[in-house]
């Protein structure tokens, strides 16, 4: 039981590139979400799924994408790169509303 | 979504109990809190959650004052192990959004 798996683990891009960051829960949770954190500072909140097939905004969701491929996975795009999304991605996932989420162990992100 | 207080910094000598406290003023009746810990850059870690009594499990204590405005975390015995970022998060009602604020850094000293 893996739990949250984020590949890859630490990525650089040059601006401009795009890329895709994966994330997988073998918990089947319904509820999944993308984080990310700028040093120094809490987790905020890019998007996020409620269930298989359906995805939301959260505070920061611009510069970004997502889907939700099937109830285990849930990728976050960039589409065009900018220094400014340097940072630490965190993928979590929750069965219900009232129950602990769980996280990934993080992709550290550097855009060059 | 209900917004959440924390003070950015604390210390606790290791063996004495830690107590962080957490201010959620605008919560609503059926938000829960939630409590999780960050240490060093790894993912977040859950803890403990309540919605108006308190709770305690194996890691540690939440306190909900009656009228559900603030809530304390207490760790009964802290180690070195338990320095981390912690952040009090109040769960929205519609969708299954959570936000996190800017936590509480707690030092526990040797």
């Known amino acids: 039981n893996a739990g949250v798996t984020q590949t890859p683990k630490f990525q650089v891009l040059k601006t401009g590139q795009s890329m895709t960051l994966q994330c997988a829960q073998d918990?089947?949770?319904?509820?999944m979400y993308w984080y990310r954190q700028d040093p120094g500072m809490g987790l905020r909140l890019i998007y996020y799924?409620?269930?298989?097939?359906?995805?939301d905004k959260g505070e920061v969701p611009n510069g970004y994408n997502v889907s939700r491929l099937n109830k285990r996975e849930f990728s976050l795009r960039l589409e065009s790169a900018a220094p400014s999304q340097t940072s630490v991605y965190f993928c979590?996932?929750?069965?219900?509303?009232?129950?602990?989420?769980?996280f990934g162990q993080g992709t550290r992100l550097t855009v060059v | 979504d209900a917004k959440t207080t924390q003070p950015p910094s604390m210390d606790c000598a290791e063996g004495r109990a830690a107590n962080l406290p957490c201010n959620h003023s605008?919560?609503?009746?059926?938000?829960?809190v939630y409590w999780y810990r960050q240490i060093h850059s790894q993912g977040p870690q859950y803890i403990i959650h309540?919605?108006?009594n308190n709770e305690t499990n194996e890691m540690a204590s939440l306190i909900i004052t009656e009228d559900r405005k603030s809530s304390t975390l207490i760790l009964p015995h802290a180690t070195l192990r338990d320095t981390a970022v912690y952040y009090c998060?109040?769960?929205?009602?519609?969708?299954?959004?959570?936000?996190f604020g800017t936590g509480t850094s707690l030092t526990v000293i040797p």
């Open positions: 918990m089947n949770h319904n509820s």
């Open positions: 998060i109040v769960r929205v009602n519609t969708g299954n959004q959570f936000y």
């Open positions: 799924s409620a269930s298989e097939g359906t995805t």
């Open positions: 309540g919605l108006k």
């Open positions: 605008t919560i609503s009746g059926n938000e829960y």
């Open positions: 979590a996932s929750i069965k219900e509303r009232d129950t602990e989420a769980f």
